[in-house]
Each structure stands twice: as structure tokens, then as C-alpha cells.
């Protein structure tokens, strides 16, 4: 086989950068979006945690944050576009270390890292280890009680109680939303003030029990069949079990009566009659 022309391997060359650029792309906005989520989840189950005047602290102090963090981003980032226009061979830099990145990224022989895959399954720790959705859904309304709406802080400290494990506020984020419910702002209860919450409503009752295997026997004649073969009463002893000769043989009597023939006696007969 010959080899690879000039224009060849700078086309080879180009599909595998450009397929690395956008491996690389998609990778560092996932771990972005992850982290951005994970952030807004902690900080909303911190503020959710609390009520009434400590509320209002807590926002205050997220507020504060986020306007110090501003200032910093936007300090940092006027900071970096002065240092790159003073020095434009950082830019040479920076693109030689994204052409190598997407060069390795890039390589069809490149096995897939299982780290990845591992990291996007649900971690089997906490309060939520092996239980099922119909486990979760079943806890859930049970820790409701005849309340129709509940405060996430208040369902942490419910579980807690019933389960003895320590459910933190991102636990029940989690458990609510593995049940198919919905975190809402604004909900109310009695003697607090609104807070982040859980309505009843939002939650989907666990699946049914499967129902119990039917119990089969001979309805009396004259009797409703609706009232199933338990309630049946019928006349005369019971047929034993035979210990040779085959079944019971049944042979129908009259209008609903029959005749069971025993093999192992065959002398006695048990009639069940009107």
C-alpha cells in the first residue's frame, strides 16, 4: 500500500483536529454545565434550608456574593484582555496548546474512558441507596401525612425521623425528583413563612400491588357466583387427596349438582346437591 500524499495527511490531518476540537468543546461545556447546575442546586438547597428572618439573611448574603463575584469576574476578565493585547504571542501559544489538545483528542484509536460513563450513574450512597421509585414515592407520602404542601426543610427533618438516616435538603431535591414530583418556590405552610416546597399533588402515587392469585372451587347451586368460590359451602365431607388411581373424576348431577368419583374409594361418593 503507498503512502499518504502531501494533501492526503493535511486533510487527515484537519478532520482529526476539527474532530477534536469538537470532542473537546462538548466535553468542557458538559463539565461547565455540571458544575453550574451542581453550584445552583447547593445554593438553593442552603437557602431552601432556612425560613422567615433567616431567609431573608441568607439571600442577602447570596446577593452579596454575587455582586463581589462580579466584580471580580469583570476585574479578572478587563485583566486578561489588557495582558493578551499587550503580549499578542500568548494567543500563539494558547492555539498551539488547543491544536495539541485536539490533535490527542482526536485520535480514531482513542478507546472511549469508561471514567466517564461511571461518573454519569447515580452514585449508590445516602439516604437513597437501594430503593426503588416506588419505595421513594411510598416514603414520600407517607412523611406528607394530611399535609397537602411541605417545606423541603421540614420533609429533611421528616425523614430523618422516619428512616433514621440524615436527609439533607439536596436529598430530598433528589428523592422528589427521582419520584417524579417537582420542587416549587413560594409554597406555604401553616405558621411559616413561603418557602421552597413540595406539593402532595405533584407527587405520582406508587405502581399497584400486583393482586393476589385467584382461589378456584365448585359455586353451589342457587348461590351468586360474584361471591367467589371462597364463600362456597358446599354439602357432605370433603374429597381427599387420592393417594393412587389418577384425579378425581366429576360428573355433573341434575341442575348444579355434581357428582366427585374418588378413585382411591371408589365405594364412597361425595355429592354436592341443591
Not at 48 to 59: D, H, K, P
Not at 178 to 194: F, L, Q, S, W, Y
Amino acid at each position: 500500500m503507498s503512502a499518504p500524499t502531501s494533501a492526503q495527511w493535511l486533510r487527515a490531518a484537519a478532520a482529526r483536529i476539527a474532530k477534536g476540537s469538537e470532542l473537546l468543546a462538548l466535553e468542557r461545556t458538559k463539565r461547565l454545565i455540571g458544575w453550574v447546575r451542581s453550584v445552583w442546586a447547593r445554593t438553593m438547597g442552603w437557602l431552601g434550608e432556612a425560613s422567615g428572618i433567616a431567609w431573608a439573611v441568607r439571600l442577602a448574603v447570596l446577593l452579596g456574593a454575587a455582586w463581589i463575584l462580579r466584580k471580580l469576574g469583570l476585574g479578572l476578565a478587563g485583566a486578561v484582555a489588557r495582558r493578551l493585547e499587550a503580549t499578542p504571542s500568548l494567543m500563539w501559544i494558547a492555539l498551539a496548546l488547543w491544536l495539541i489538545a485536539a490533535w490527542r483528542a482526536g485520535n480514531p484509536k482513542r478507546p472511549a474512558a469508561p471514567a466517564a460513563a461511571e461518573a454519569e450513574e447515580p452514585a449508590e450512597e445516602g439516604p437513597l441507596a437501594g430503593l426503588t421509585v416506588d419505595e421513594i414515592r411510598a416514603l414520600l407520602i407517607k412523611v406528607f401525612g394530611p399535609d397537602p404542601q411541605v417545606h423541603v426543610a421540614v420533609l429533611a427533618e421528616r425523614l430523618t425521623g422516619a428512616t433514621g438516616s440524615g436527609w439533607e435538603a439536596a436529598d430530598v431535591r433528589a428523592a422528589v425528583e427521582a419520584a417524579g414530583g417537582r420542587v416549587e418556590r413560594g409554597v406555604r405552610m401553616p405558621g411559616r413563612t413561603p418557602s421552597t416546597g413540595v406539593r402532595r399533588k405533584t407527587l405520582p402515587d406508587p405502581s399497584p400491588a400486583s393482586p393476589p392469585p385467584s382461589v378456584e372451587g365448585v359455586v353451589v347451586a342457587g348461590q351468586d357466583s360474584s361471591t367467589g368460590a371462597a364463600t362456597a359451602t358446599p354439602t357432605g365431607s370433603a374429597t381427599p387427596a387420592p393417594e393412587r388411581g389418577g384425579e378425581p373424576r366429576v360428573k355433573p348431577v341434575g341442575q348444579g349438582g355434581v357428582v366427585v368419583h374418588d378413585p382411591a374409594e371408589t365405594v364412597r361418593h361425595h355429592k354436592i346437591t341443591l
